[in-house]
């Protein structure tokens, strides 16, 4: 057994491996498999980094999680540089257990992932965000699909065949040679390239030592030099069976004896006076030298004895005299079958074999092609009959003018007719063969330097060329369309239109290794773009630091800045901007005294802002030579005081900065503090009734976080200014944006309302608008993403009414409670997938009304007859005798109608599973709500301790205690556990529950002050402890 390595081992291993299968993008890697594995690995460098820097210390099982993923990240490097470092008929042998070792080790990658997932809790937004990312990365390898092509696995399989040495012909051998090729992306007639791909699978065979490989590789060299004795015009042969009678066959003597077929260079055999094809009877030659025997003359089988050749001028003429005559009669028949209306599919096809026959065997007669007219034809063909001819027919439209391409005044008048955007729609024609030679003929026009500029203003053509050089799919057509593309690089006029197709290597390339000029007008492009998130995250990781050190140069200032703006954009690429060294350069830029223009002003501070919009790996950073963080003293009031003297634009960044910067879980108390002691409040103030909307919206998200932590010292400066009717209106604004009008209820919200203020602005008009609006949202949110839209408003609506709920003294606000049923709103509200705050806030409203239900009935124990339609609470909680019709916690009549009673509204279930939510807040105000159903003495009549025993409640308070860890929440539980024990038969019924006893005995050592003596008394009633009984204590504690 095998002792796992230990953390700081594995995390080296994970950086080692990562290090290695990020050293190139994914858009480098040849094979679709290894692109795939190595776009995860990006992504999992990430989440790795991000971490081990949020986490000082390590769970146990993030710990294993980690050195699960070292073990298996290793091997998945060492199959990722099989794919990029062995031939590529290395891997096609070997595509299906590299593919399944990939596959393995991805998905055990992603358990891992998982794991580590399940201890990362969300504390704050950084880990939120961590989580969701390693949750969506565990979810996509666990799911993964790494497959072999339908063609890799016919090669693969052919090849192994090939490996057992069975006999094959020619044609199998074609075929074998073509599926070769199309799966290494090389054209099957590219000899020399084919010879250096099997001499590198032989590099591989000797390295590796295996036998199988071995034997396919004596295979492959048998099937190449059976390839290599093909004519060149073997390949272009075409299907001219079905000629016109008018077209004349060859005579014997012009077919080679070796070949069989015309010969284009016939040469007389001196010794034997036989006739043959130049290159045949020299290739004959060769071969009998090599094999060690003298050379014969293949048709009399005669040793010779000179092997000297003389060429045969007059067959040469009559053969040339032949061909003439028969390209003229097929160009006649090809002008006839293209010219012909209607198209006639079988007679276009003729005609376009024939042109393509003529320009590759016989290309010295490609001008009588083109003086026919058949170069026009045939652009016109595709252009008007497109969509009749079918794909195959375009196929060889486009394959005949490619040929013919090759003569210039050819290739100006395909130009002249419009055929390059013909060739870019074949690009997404249904066929591979018809994108193949669309971009082979748009290929051959880029030979020519001024065609390579026009090419860009071709709409669509960059973005479909981009993607198909991406589609590793079709390797032979990507290895076709990155050669263009590498081709139309090489203008600088094309650099930007490229870019804006999602080919940004010349772009990223002249930027990194350019002149100082040539990096500016880089930059300068770049800050223009509009760019999709994936594209910033790439520029960003490749091109921040030369951005930020074109910061130093005043003339690159201006693009830089622009270009970081843009990529800033994205909220990954905060992390990135911050490493490269961004915040020092922008904030002197920002800060500095001396005069800069407005425009890198504005552009240093909307950098900024979107750099701190998110919470993480800023906050460390240093922002000057001295060392001050963002959130420093003198930071945070350098900021404050350039509010007045900034543009417009940049009060909005600033606002944002301190926005960002004041919502961050590691920075928010220390920067609150620093815009309280700047005096930064009454500054903030002045902008939330600014005209702009950008000024208004940062300046009440900023107030708003201002409120939570010095309500009073915000509500102070309101009242200075008179601005808290100004908060209450912006609510009935509708010109008012959603953001404006939640802030501004959260911040109403916050204040310390006291007394009559309450009451003046809580009126009851504004508490039923309240009511009204958080009905309507409630209705009309169907789904979890409205009720996310709408969560902010809420929590400020439900926190006014929290104001409202703790004065219920007066007669007409209860009875407004009645009227708007406010006790079954705030159990509406539990029963949404809410956010917590919203769940805690509803708790707390159905405490205060609770205890205003508790108190009342208390006060007045003689029931009081209904006056008029709304009925006082001093009748519906009334005491009384105890009657089956009166509610068991009250000993009253209570109804839903009293909507103060817990019991009668239904509210104690939804409490009941508040105690299982992970947020503490939420837990305290549900026993708080629930606490409000006992009285404090210990006189609990029974009957409502047998309601609250069947309703669960006790069950679920003591539940919860047993978990809690010393605190707020322990001490509530408790207290609640003491006054249920004090009941008359509760403390008998739990004697025995040793759990129970276990965590009083635990909240006794180590809770808190009230605590201990609620635990302590608890115990006692338990007979836990030597004293008085439970009920003497529990009458001795009412007493004091």
């Known amino acids: 057994m095998f002792s796992a390595p230990p953390l700081p081992a594995a995390v080296d291993s994970i950086h080692r491996s990562l290090s290695d299968l990020c050293s190139a993008g994914p858009d480098q890697e040849s094979f679709e498999n290894s692109r795939q594995f190595t776009g995860y690995a990006h992504r999992l460098q990430l989440i790795v980094n991000q971490l081990l820097r949020s986490s000082p210390s390590l769970s146990p099982s993030a710990e294993t999680g980690l050195r699960g993923i070292s073990g298996d990240l290793s ?16 891997v096609l042998v070997n595509c299906q257990s590299l593919c399944s070792s990939l596959m393995e080790r991805t998905v055990a990658i992603g358990t891992w992932l998982e794991l580590i997932e399940s201890t990362l809790l969300d504390d704050d937004d950084i880990v939120a965000d961590l989580r969701k990312k390693t949750a969506d990365l565990a979810r996509d390898m666990k799911h993964a699909k790494f497959r072999v092509t339908e063609n890799e696995e016919r090669v693969r399989r052919t090849l192994e065949k090939e490996g057992q040495g069975r006999p094959t012909t020619k044609p199998v051998q074609s075929a074998i040679v073509m599926d070769l090729a199309r799966a290494l992306g090389i054209d099957s007639s590219n000899h020399q390239e084919l010879s250096e791909q099997v001499k590198l699978f032989k590099a591989d065979v000797v390295r590796s030592n295996s036998v199988s490989e071995r034997r396919i590789l004596i295979s492959l060299e048998k099937i190449l030099e059976s390839w290599s004795t093909d004519s060149e015009l073997d390949a272009l042969k075409l299907d001219l069976d079905s000629e016109e009678e008018a077209n004349l066959s060859p005579f014997r003597n012009f077919l080679c004896p070796l070949t069989k077929e015309v010969m284009k260079e016939p040469v007389l055999l001196l010794e034997s006076s036989q006739n043959y094809e130049k290159k045949a009877i020299q290739y004959w030659f060769t071969r009998c030298v090599e094999d060690g025997r003298d050379p014969t003359c293949p048709i009399t089988g005669v040793v010779l004895k ?28 090809a002008v006839e079958n293209i010219g012909r209306e209607p198209v006639v599919a079988e007679s276009i096809e003729r005609a376009l074999d024939n042109v ?16 026919a007219g058949l170069i026009v034809l045939m652009v016109k063909l595709l252009r008007n009959s497109s969509k009749d001819m079918g794909s195959r027919l375009r196929s060889k439209a486009l394959m005949a003018l490619f040929s013919m391409a090759k003569d210039e005044e050819s290739k100006n008048i395909m130009l002249e007719e419009g055929v390059s955007r013909l060739a870019i729609h074949s690009l997404v024609g249904s066929s591979e063969k018809e994108r193949e030679y ?35 799919e079709h390797p032979a057509l990507s290895n076709l369309a990155d050669e263009l593309l590498k081709r139309l690089e090489k203008m600088e006029e094309n650099i930007q239109p490229l870019a804006a197709a999602g080919r940004f290597e010349p772009l990223l390339a002249r930027l990194c290794e350019g002149s100082d000029d040539v990096k500016t007008e880089m930059a300068s492009i770049l800050g223009r773009m509009t760019l999709t998130n994936s594209s910033k995250e790439e520029l960003a990781r490749r091109s921040a630091k030369i951005l930020v050190g074109l910061l130093t140069n005043p003339e690159a200032r201006g693009p830089s800045l622009k270009a970081l703006c843009n990529l800033s954009t994205l909220d990954d690429n905060a992390t990135i901007l911050v490493d490269a060294g961004a915040l020092p350069v922008l904030t002197d830029i920002l800060l500095k005294n001396e005069v800069v223009a407005l425009e890198l002003t504005d552009l240093a501070a909307s950098t900024i802002a979107n750099i701190v919009s998110n919470p993480g790996h800023w906050e460390l950073a240093a922002v000057d030579q001295r060392g001050h963080t963002m959130q420093s003293a003198s930071i945070v009031s350098s900021l404050l005081q350039l509010l007045s003297v900034v543009s417009p634009q940049a009060q909005v960044s600033i606002l944002q900065i301190l926005y960002g910067i004041a919502s961050s879980p590691r920075a928010a108390e220390s920067v609150a503090n620093r815009i309280k002691s700047a005096d930064g409040i009454k500054t903030v103030l002045c902008y939330l009734e600014h005209p702009e909307v950008g000024h208004r919206i940062n300046a009440y998200r900023l107030t708003r976080l201002l409120s939570e932590r010095f309500a009073q010292d915000l509500y102070y400066e309101l009242q200075t200014c008179n601005k808290n009717l100004m908060l209450k209106d912006k609510l009935f604004d509708d010109q008012s944006t959603d953001t404006e009008r939640s802030d501004a209820a959260c911040i109403l919200a916050n204040l310390p309302l006291v007394g009559d203020e309450v009451k003046t602005l809580l009126d009851a008009s504004f508490v039923r608008w309240i009511v009204s609006t958080l009905k309507n949202r409630n209705r009309s949110a169907n789904g979890k993403a409205s009720r996310t839209t709408s969560s902010s408003i809420t929590e400020g609506l439900l926190g006014l009414l929290l104001h409202f709920t703790k004065r219920l003294d007066d007669h007409q606000n209860v009875t407004l409670v009645r009227e708007l049923r406010l006790m079954s709103l705030y159990c509406e509200e539990l029963s949404f997938p809410s956010k917590p705050r919203l769940k805690e806030l509803s708790a707390l409203g159905l405490r205060n009304l609770s205890e205003a239900g508790r108190l009342s009935a208390a006060q007045n124990p003689e029931p009081i007859p209904p006056q008029g339609f709304c009925v006082p609470i001093l009748f519906m909680c009334s005491r009384g005798p105890p009657e089956l019709s009166t509610c068991p916690v009250h000993n009253a009549s209570c109804d839903d109608g009293v909507q103060l009673c817990l019991l009668s509204s239904n509210c104690i279930k939804p409490l009941i599973n508040l105690l299982g939510e992970d947020q503490t807040g939420v837990q305290i105000a549900a026993v708080e709500a629930l606490s409000t159903l006992l009285p404090d003495s210990s006189n609990i009549p029974k009957r409502a301790t047998m309601e609250l025993e069947n309703v669960g409640v006790f069950d679920a308070v003591i539940e919860l205690f047993m978990k809690v860890r010393p605190g707020e929440l322990q001490e509530k539980t408790v207290r609640m556990i003491d006054k249920f024990l004090r009941a008359e038969g509760c403390s008998h019924r739990h004697s025995l529950n040793q759990t129970l006893v276990g965590a009083l005995v635990e909240a006794l050592k180590h809770g808190n002050g009230n605590a201990k003596r609620y635990a302590q008394e608890a115990l006692t009633n338990l007979k836990q402890l030597s004293g008085v009984s439970g009920t003497a204590s529990g009458q001795g504690r009412s007493q004091r």
């Open 75 to 90: 091997v998945a490097a060492e199959t990722i540089s099989a794919y990029r470092k062995r031939s590529k008929i290395a």
């Open 306 to 333: 000179t092997l000297e050749l003389k060429p045969n001028l007059g067959l040469a003429g009559a053969i040339d005299e032949w061909i003439s005559r028969n390209v003229e009669v097929r160009v006649k028949s």
């Open 356 to 371: 393509y026959w003529i320009s590759e065997e016989h290309s010295s007669h490609r001008y009588k092609v083109r003086n």
């Open 438 to 472: 669309a971009v082979k003929l748009l290929l051959e026009f880029t030979n020519d330097e001024d065609y390579c500029t026009k090419i860009t203003s071709e709409k669509g053509a960059l973005v479909l060329l981009s993607s198909m050089a991406g589609n590793l």
